[in-house]
Each structure stands twice: as C-alpha cells, then as structure tokens.
C-alpha cells in the first residue's frame, strides 16, 4: 500500500506446453486504487479468460476492488484443483507403464509431477498468506463479503490438502517403483544367465566330441545323432530344474 495504491501479487496455475515442466505457477500483479485495476501477467494463462467469461455468465457483481481480488484468489483456487485432477491422470498413466518398465523414462516423468507438485504447494502457502493479510487491513475489513472470504479459504485449503496428499502418494511410489525397475532388471538378468547356461551345456558336449582326438563316436555312423541327442537331454534337464527352482 503506498499513496492509496495497493499492490497484490497471487500466484495462478499455469499449463505449460513445455513437456519438461507440463504445469507450474505464475505470479499475477493486481494494482489499483478507486476505481483502476490493472492486471499484470508475463504469461497467457486459462484462468483469466475463463474467469472473465464466468463472471460475464452469471452475471455477478463486483462490489469493489477487494471483491474482485477476492473473486480472482477463488478462482485461482479453483483452477489448482482442475490441474490436478490432471496431474492425477498423468500420475495413473505413469504407473500404467511402470508396472513393466526397466527404463528410467517413466520414472523421469514422475520427477517432472513432483516438481510441479513443489511449485503448486508454494504458491498455495503464498496464497494462503496473501487471503490472511488481506483480512487484516483495517480500513477495508468492513467491506469484505465474509461468505466469500469463507470461500476462499476453504477452497485454498482444500487445494492445499490434495497438493499434500498426491505429494506424499507420488513420493511413495516414485521410490517403489525404483524398486520396480531394479526388480524387473533383475529378473531379466537372471533370465539371460539361465539361457546362457543352457546354451553352454550343448556347446560344451559338442566342444569335447568336435576335438581331434580319438573318442568312442568316431567311426559310428550314428555317432553325430547320439551326441545331439545327448545335447538336448541335458538342455532339457537344465531347463527342468531351471524351473524347479524357479529360476526360469
């Protein structure tokens, strides 16, 4: 507040396009003084359109400036809990993937909702202590709607338990499904060892009657036959116990 100017700055949701960061938070200058107010955003965000178009629908009315600050601040609100229920999307098609993934880019995607999570729950504690200032100015304390000053606070806070909420899911399952993927790499490696060991077993029975030396098969016509046969019995057995001990 300066010379009966007031400065409000909020932090809005915002839909980026960029895939490395899908959602983040954008600050929103509210000045004004009487009968001016000017909106400052860098940004083009869905909130402002909508909320225009809203207020133009329902035909509301804006009693005064810190009415429609209040007004703004709902629906910023609002528009957190929109996004994530998207986020929340995002979160089951990522685990969709997970569940068989051994590759890390699932997992980045997770990373990427975690720091969108971070940026939704700072900029709703900043809220939160913008709505608590607001109350507190005495010149103006008397002409706050007080069912929309309720409003606000219990969507804010509603926003604020659901970002806590799939926060600490999304950390409990990024470090499961790091297990996951160990796990999944594990099996696999142990897949590739069973069927290089039973692969060995015939190159080294046919490794010992191919040397150059005399063996009992040499002049058996028969002898090419027994040594195959032999081969898979013994592949057939490796994979026998392979699967009994569940290794296979």
Sequence with gaps: MENGWFLIVLRVPFKSVEDSLPF?????????????????CFYQTEMIPDFINYINRKRLTVLN????????????????????????????????KLEKSIKNEELQTLFQIEKCMVFFTTSL??????????????EHRGTFDIELVED??????????TTNIYSDILSGMMDAYASVISNNLNVIMKRLTSISIILMIPTLIASLYGMNVPNALQQNPWGFYLVLTISFFFSVLAVLVFRFKRWF
Excluded at 125 to 138: A, E
């Design 24 to 40: 983040s938070t954008v600050p929103l200058g509210l000045i004004f003084k009487e009968d001016i107010f000017v909106s400052i």
């Design 65 to 96: 400036n810190f009415d429609l600050v209040l007004k703004l601040l709902l629906s910023s609100s609002v528009w957190f809990l929109k996004y994530l229920k998207q986020i929340n999307h995002r979160i089951k098609l990522a685990e969709n």
């Design 125 to 138: 504690k900043g809220n939160d202590i913008l709505i608590h200032k607001i109350k507190n100015i005495k």
């Design 152 to 161: 606000v606070e219990i969507e804010l806070r509603q926003a604020q338990e």
